[in-house]
């Protein structure tokens, strides 16, 4: 049988664009919700059209939940239909000249056994939904081509930006939650970020202000990554491998399999990521005119395998089973070169050599009642992850001081989830849940450098909580009410040289949110919600030991950081232009106490360290701040063969603190209270060019203004990119080439006058060449099982500086 492609963007908006060219009118209304006749599972996003003497007049897509409401209709006798990839169409007939509101109840939709045999879903480009609590992104074939990991296309994503480091950041704030499926891990984000490639991504979610029910980490909210994974009856698979030439090339490849038979469904996966990075950097010091430059090369290898099944015990039982080990390696050199106005130059070289295992062991059940959206879930989750790492320091020809570094790092975590949803009625909802979560990590770090300290560090936290929301619908509005209370425990014990010190903090808090929603016309959304947040101190932001060291630049953790608590109030609209496209604005303002920040201060530990000035970077909880800001970002198809998607950004923040500032005069350091406003400005644009059926265009530009800080201003950085795709053999193949900062302009420019004054850049290799091949093999009958994703907490950015 000859095989059928559709994409879902043209599935979703065939509905919507004929409704939207017939206004309806009347005050009839129609609501349901559509269910999976066999699985009984809610289906999220069907289309639902209304028509009346042959022509549509109005629709909608279902929730997530696959209730749906149209309302505004006309009364007298309408046709309802829903339809949805892979299914047959539901059709129904009703009258509304006697009767304005009429509930159809469950619509069951009955899998469509031929279209299934022959349907390639292929989402060419990337979508963008605004649903209660989150946006939801769902990766097209233009992002995936925009680079080999997940680290890379992220800059092409609303309200998000990734700096020359792999610093991720959401709404200009870097204090944000990473999440893989929902689960844990305890890498640090933007290595978690370095380790996923692009074309594993189903989905990523923005939590920018999440209700009660999530754990309330991370002020800027959360970013979700939801990989991909098949359910298709029979074997099938895909493989996708890719080049990136810069510098040096680096490599990706990976192999996807499933094969479900039965009531049980096994997959598989591996990916290699193969990645040499080349980067430069220049630090000029005014007051003595010194410099130093850095030649920095990082070579990391890494292997990652996931392995797992699902056991359908009935239509209402399923047990769900994975691991996913990841095994990575590397080596970092940095070359620094420290110059002084006629005096020798002097050379370090540092050399770091990394070892790191990941361990996920997950199992989740997963229970479906009688009464449609009834659900109990019940998840544990455990986490290992071990880090090795050792550094050489070497000065040219100035052996005695040469030294060596060993730090081990041991992270155990282990998480347990209880959730429970109650539909109480059609539009009114009641979740309960539990959580635990326990981590440990056991650090030690050996140096035989002669003023360095022989360091132990031992950090337990333990967190249990409990929540309760309440969500209810009636003609427009919508509600949602909930609050999370939770008891927090950490102790942290570490040991420096001969003195031993500890630190503890223990309290219970409320974290309360509500969210309210107006949806006047079936093409408008609005929503206004309010949340309370924290933000906690991680283990690599407390640990009291060398991440790296330079002649001038050590960076440490500070054990005595404090929590900061964010009150945050948010609100959306979102405006559906039929067809076309849509559109959404998000302003937010936010009341932050005892922020958490970088610190910059004198090093004055020894003799060597103040003559050579060296600067410390650390972590520090400055006063009160205040934040807000807005996005204005749309999805637009110009013509039949140009789309677009422009997004524009403004953040806003007010911070206080207290900088050393060094006195040329007397050569020490000086405390200063100082309150800066920074307006942050970013801008994207995408464009998407159907050339033909197979042969595909992008281009795309993105600006990013100055930001300000207590200690210095980073300077704008912007660049453009372009590419091509061009997909093949029936569409089970495709070939992409994409060429990265065409102009060469990206850099990270900076100036600085704390704790002494000096300006800088670093360089990366930005400009590049992506080639990219995909190849989709095995039968598929799609019979997608809908499973729950969960926000768990994730360990914060651990910082660097390369």
């Known amino acids: 049988m000859k095989k059928r492609y559709l994409t879902l963007a043209l599935l979703l908006s065939a509905t919507v664009s004929a409704w939207a060219q017939q206004p309806a009118t009347g005050n009839g209304i129609i609501k349901g919700k559509v269910i999976e006749k066999t699985s009984k599972n809610e289906v999220g996003f069907a289309s639902v059209a209304v028509s009346a003497n042959g022509q549509i007049v109005s629709g909608g897509l279902s929730e997530e939940d696959g209730s749906f409401t149209i309302t505004n209709l006309p009364n007298t006798a309408v046709e309802v239909s829903v339809e949805y990839i892979g299914f047959k169409t539901y059709k129904n007939t009703i009258n509304l000249s006697n009767q304005k509101t009429i509930d159809l109840g469950s619509i069951l939709l009955e899998a469509d056994e031929q279209v299934l045999d022959a ?132 490599f990706n490849n990976g192999l996807d399999l499933n094969y479900r038979k039965g009531k049980i469904n096994f997959f598989g996966n591996y990916n290699f990521s193969d990645q040499k990075t080349l980067n430069d950097g220049i630090m000029t010091q005014l007051d003595d005119m010194s410099t130093q430059l850095f030649d920095i090369v990082n070579d990391n290898k890494s292997h990652t395998f996931k392995l797992g099944f699902d056991y359908y015990l009935n239509d209402k039982n399923t047990f769900s089973v994975y691991t996913n080990q990841t095994y990575a390696d590397g080596v970092g050199t940095v070359a620094n070169t420290l110059s002084y106005v006629n005096t020798p130059s002097l050379l370090q070289t540092d050399e770091y050599n990394g070892a790191n295992k990941s361990q996920i062991y997950n199992a989740a059940y997963k229970k479906l009642f009688a009464k449609p959206g009834q659900t109990l879930d019940f998840e544990v989750n455990y986490n290992k992850t071990n880090d090795d790492q050792s550094g050489y320091f070497g000065i040219a020809g100035n052996s005695p001081t040469n030294y060596n570094d060993n730090s081990n ?246 911070q206080r603190g207290i900088v050393t500032v060094l006195n040329t005069n007397t050569n020490e350091g000086e405390l200063q209270l100082r309150e800066v406003n920074n307006d942050v400005f970013n801008t994207r644009m995408n464009n998407n060019f159907k050339i033909t059926n197979q042969l595909r265009a992008t281009l795309f530009g993105f600006y990013r203004g100055d930001a300000v800080g207590v200690n210095g201003v980073m300077k704008a950085m912007y660049k453009v990119d372009t590419g091509v795709r061009y997909s093949f053999w029936e569409n089970t193949a495709n070939i992409s080439l994409r060429f990265n900062d065409v102009f060469n302009t990206m850099k990270a420019q900076f100036e600085s006058d704390a704790p002494y004054r000096q300006n800088g850049q670093f360089r990366w290799e930005s400009q590049s060449l992506f080639v990219g091949f995909q190849y989709m093999f095995g039968s598929a009958k799609n019979k997608a099982l809908q499973r729950k994703y969960r926000d768990t907490n994730e360990v914060q950015k651990s910082g660097g500086f390369f």
């Open 409 to 654: 790092n041991t992270v155990n975590a282990v998480q347990a989830n209880l959730d429970y949803v109650h539909p109480i009625n059609d539009a009114t909802k009641l979740e309960l849940g539990a959580e635990y979560r326990s981590t440990t990590i056991d650090n030690t770090y050996r140096t035989t450098n002669i003023i360095g300290n022989q360091t132990n560090f031992n950090y337990d936290m333990n967190i249990a909580s409990a929540y309760a929301t309440f969500g209810s619908k009636f003609s427009k509005w919508g509600y949602q009410l909930g609050a999370r209370i939770e008891k927090y425990d950490v102790q942290a014990d570490y040991v420096i040289g001969n003195e031993a010190a500890a630190f503890n903090d223990d309290y219970l808090t409320v974290y309360p949110s509500a969210f309210l929603s107006y949806t006047p016309t079936q093409t408008d959304f609005f929503q206004i919600s309010a949340s309370r947040r924290v933000d906690r101190p991680n283990a690599w932001q407390t640990r009291p030991v060398r991440d790296y060291s330079t002649p001038r630049v050590v960076q440490i953790g500070n054990p005595e950081l404090q929590p900061q608590f964010t009150n945050s109030v948010e609100f959306n609209y979102t405006k559906i232009f039929g067809v076309k496209g849509s559109a959404t604005l998000g302003t937010y303002y936010r009341m932050i106490n005892d922020p958490i920040e970088r610190t910059f201060y004198l090093d004055t530990s020894s003799a060597d360290a103040i003559a050579e000035r060296r600067m410390v970077m650390s972590y520090g909880n400055f006063d009160e701040a205040t934040a807000y800001g807005a996005e204005l970002s749309a999805n637009y198809k110009l013509t039949k063969w140009w789309d677009v998607q422009p997004s524009i950004e403004y953040y806003y923040r007010n």
């Open 119 to 250: 349907v390639v879903i292929n989402a060419e480009r990337s979508t963008m939904e605004q649903l209660v609590d989150r946006k939801v992104i769902r990766v097209g074939k233009d992002l995936t081509t925009a680079g080999a990991t997940a680290s890379d296309i992220m800059n092409n994503i609303p309200s998000v930006n990734v700096d020359q480091d792999g610093n991720l950041s959401m709404r200009g704030n870097e204090n944000v939650r990473v999440l893989i499926d929902g689960k844990p891990t305890q890498l640090d984000p933007k290595t978690v970020l370095k380790q996923i490639p692009s074309n594993a991504i189903d989905k990523i979610e923005l939590i920018t202000n999440p209700s009660a029910k999530y754990n309330p980490e991370g002020m800027s909210g959360m970013i979700n990554f939801i990989l991909k994974k098949n359910m298709q009856d029979g074997f099938n698979g895909s493989y996708n491998g890719n080049i990136t030439f810069a510098k040096v090339p680096k």
